[in-house]
């Protein structure tokens, strides 16, 4: 399914930031000396229209930062984010009224990020009359295809966000995110708190979605191997950079920055299938350094062990190794 | 009769809520040996947790109610425990280590005055330490799991380490007085996948270092299998397969396991199954059946008005499913020609 898509995939670019960086001033430290955590420290990626991006990182590597300074939630301190070609950095920051409707984000947690105080037809109502969907007097009405749309029962409509359970929240805060009629939408590890039972469930809905309305998704996720059955591209993001880009199938069959070795050497497998995908002789040492005190060099240079001496004081520059497959590494 | 280590006999586990008890663990047998690796699977609110803290009697007496079952360590009834018997079990016997380090470590006290606690009051009866004494049983269970610089994390308060840590620090403490069985209840759930890999591995160690028995709770499949020898697939209070490791992940049997293993997102690709239909039942009216028939796509009607009993299908392998009794079989290679559900 998903080579597939990638044949069908047009070629035109969505989304693309570049350079992107959003620093984080430290509290407490004097105005003089001013220290910055480096959540995203200088990024580059795009995003066709039509794709399943995927971004994928430990906590703490910038991931949901991005999606957040896409949104105009965080101010970043340097680079563009184009969308459709336009700057929308440009205007001060504020995103207009068109981009805020093309645009949607589901984000992690449905239990906080849905008002407990309304029921689900207040929450649904809103974006609707916002970017008037609909005239008012068929607002029930959308609200009730807005939940059709997602195969929950209208009658969800009088219920609050409390009384349901947690897939059913996801699957809600998935139909707001839709009711604007989104072209592009953001979705930060939407399923990280659920079953896998549920979560099975809600990623099937999200592809039917992708299908049905000709979306674009920016997938945010830790788990790669659900990555793996979602995404046609997939980036690798650690401390702040990204690491490594390639379509899905090479990203798991020759993965070649070390971190990913890492990372894809530490999932727990349930077939022997799988098992041999994993790259053999890396073992997961140290841990994700503050995002204050960024290593010198390539910021991977602690943890991995193919480490040479250039690597601790010179950072990489992005390459492409073969068409489409990007690398941040001294060695690929 | 032969000894098991832990033999949990048809517990139940309930909790007192407004509209009535809520029987979360309803009639759960386990037995784990000396020095085995075991391991719990079930989704969020299947009562892992709440077994294993009956195990502890760690429950909050006030809204817990135990109506029926017997949690025997070594022959001794732990339900039937004067405190006194309780906190020596818990001393000397069983430690646990829980989901969320950064809620299980005391943020006011450093981290050496917390394992001290720890081995004053694992070794209360034995000779009495002096500092000095306490301080090198410390540093050497830090430098176990792998911990650079001993001394200075000792000085150190629990927000001042990263969450890797913290639960080093938890294993660390508790094994740093050797015990029979260690129940680690999700371990490495709040961590991150590189971070969680080591602590699997750094926990796996120990236990084999230390002949531990072990008791991992987990949602996750592949951790089980990496870390354990035997699983126990539960449902909504009721442990449905049993099997060893190798045979569950080749010959899963009940509707509810092979679900959930074709829920997993697969490394090698493929797409994601459809996942199970509705949700985990209502504890506080549930159906006198099998917990799972609301869900189960190969439900019949005796599923619904009577409970399966576990049936050894194989050597080591037992299930709790109608599908395999013999009056079933039958009906079952019907289904079997059919076809399985896509």
Redesign the interface.
């Known amino acids: 399914?998903?080579e597939l898509k990638q044949q069908t995939t047009v070629d035109s670019k969505i989304l693309s930031v570049k350079n992107l960086r959003v620093y984080f001033p430290v509290e407490g430290s004097k105005k003089s000396a001013h220290k910055y955590v480096k959540a995203v420290d200088g990024v580059d990626f795009f995003i066709n229209e039509g794709e399943i991006l995927g971004l994928v990182g430990?906590?703490g590597s910038g991931k949901s930062t991005i999606a957040y300074t896409i949104m105009g939630m965080n101010k970043p301190k340097e680079g563009s984010i184009l969308f459709k070609g336009e700057d929308i950095l440009k205007n001060n920051d504020k995103r207009s009224i068109s981009f805020k409707k093309d645009v949607q984000i589901v984000f992690q947690d449905p239990g906080s990020s849905l008002n407990p105080f309304q029921d689900i037809r207040q929450i649904l109502k809103l974006p609707l009359k916002v970017h008037k969907i609909v005239s008012k007097n068929q607002l029930d009405e959308a609200v009730g295809k807005a939940l059709d749309r997602v195969e929950l029962p209208r009658n969800f409509a009088y219920k609050t966000p409390t009384s349901i359970?947690g897939?059913e929240k996801q699957l809600v805060s998935i139909a707001r995110a839709l009711c604007s009629e989104p072209k592009f939408i953001i979705l930060d590890e939407p399923t990280s708190s659920l079953?896998?039972?549920?979560?099975?469930?809600i990623?099937?809905m999200l592809?039917k979605l992708h299908d049905e309305q000709k979306l674009t998704y920016l997938f945010i996720t830790?788990?790669?191997?659900?990555m793996?059955?979602?995404s046609t591209r997939v980036a690798i993001m650690y401390l702040g950079k990204i690491c490594e880009v390639a379509p899905?199938?090479t990203f798991?069959t020759r993965p070649l920055h070390p971190y990913t070795q890492?990372?894809?050497?530490?999932?727990?497998?349930?077939?022997e299938?799988?098992e041999e995908?994993?790259p053999k002789k890396v073992v997961?040492?140290g841990?994700?350094p503050s995002p204050v005190d960024i290593p010198t060099g390539c910021s991977f240079h602690t943890r991995c062990n193919k480490k040479i001496d250039i690597c601790s004081q010179k950072d990489p520059f992005m390459r492409e190794v073969e068409p489409g497959h990007f690398v941040r590494c001294h060695l690929a | 009769m032969n000894e098991h280590l832990l033999d949990i006999r048809n517990l139940k586990s309930w909790y007192r809520t407004y509209q009535g008890y809520a029987q979360v663990v309803d009639g759960v047998n386990l037995t784990i040996d000396a020095g085995k690796k075991i391991g719990i699977v079930g989704?969020?609110g299947c009562g892992k947790t709440t077994t294993m803290k009956s195990v502890l009697r760690v429950l909050d007496e006030r809204k817990a109610y135990l109506p029926e079952g017997e949690i025997l360590f070594k022959n001794q009834n732990i339900l039937k425990m004067r405190e006194t018997e309780l906190q020596q079990i818990r001393r000397k016997n069983i430690s646990m280590i829980s989901q969320e380090p950064s809620a299980a470590l005391n943020p006011v006290f450093t981290v050496g005055q917390q394992i001290f606690d720890v081995i004053s009051y694992s070794t209360q009866d034995d000779t009495a330490k002096n500092k000095k004494e306490l301080t090198d049983i410390a540093i050497k269970a830090i430098r176990d799991v792998f911990i650079p610089d001993p001394e200075r994390i000792l000085e150190c308060y629990p927000h001042q380490l990263?969450g890797?840590?913290k639960q080093r620090i938890c294993i660390a403490m508790a094994l740093v007085i050797p015990r029979e069985l260690l129940i680690a209840d999700e371990p490495g759930t709040a961590l991150?996948?590189?971070?969680?890999?080591?602590i699997?591995r750094l926990l796996r160690a120990l236990v084999d270092e230390k002949q531990t028995a072990l008791i991992m709770i987990t949602?996750?499949?592949?951790?089980v299998?990496?870390l354990v020898d035997q699983i126990y697939v539960m449902y909504a209070g009721n442990i449905v397969e049993v099997a060893t490791t190798n045979e569950l992940?080749k010959n899963p049997l009940h509707p509810y396991t092979r679900?959930?293993?074709?829920?997993?997102?697969?490394?090698?690709?493929?797409?994601?199954?459809?996942?199970?239909y509705g949700?985990v039942p209502d504890y506080v009216h549930p159906t006198p059946g099998c917990r799972f028939s609301p869900r189960c796509p190969y439900v019949k009607e005796i599923c619904r008005v009577q409970k399966p009993l576990m049936l050894e299908i194989d050597e080591g392998h037992t299930v709790a499913c109608f599908r395999y009794t013999d009056s079933f079989t039958e009906q079952h290679r019907q289904e079997e020609s059919i076809g399985e559900r896509a």
């Open positions: 399914m998903n430990e906590s359970g897939g079953d896998v039972s549920i979560q099975a469930k990623i099937n592809l830790h788990d790669l191997s659900l793996r059955n979602i899905t199938k798991y890492m990372l894809l050497s530490s999932i727990p497998v349930i077939s299938e799988e995908l994993k997961s040492v841990e994700i | 989704e969020s990263s890797g840590m991150d996948v590189t971070i969680q890999d080591q699997h949602h996750s499949l592949g951790v299998r990496e992940f679900g959930l293993m074709d829920c997993v997102p697969r490394l090698s690709g493929g797409g994601i199954s459809a996942g199970i949700y």
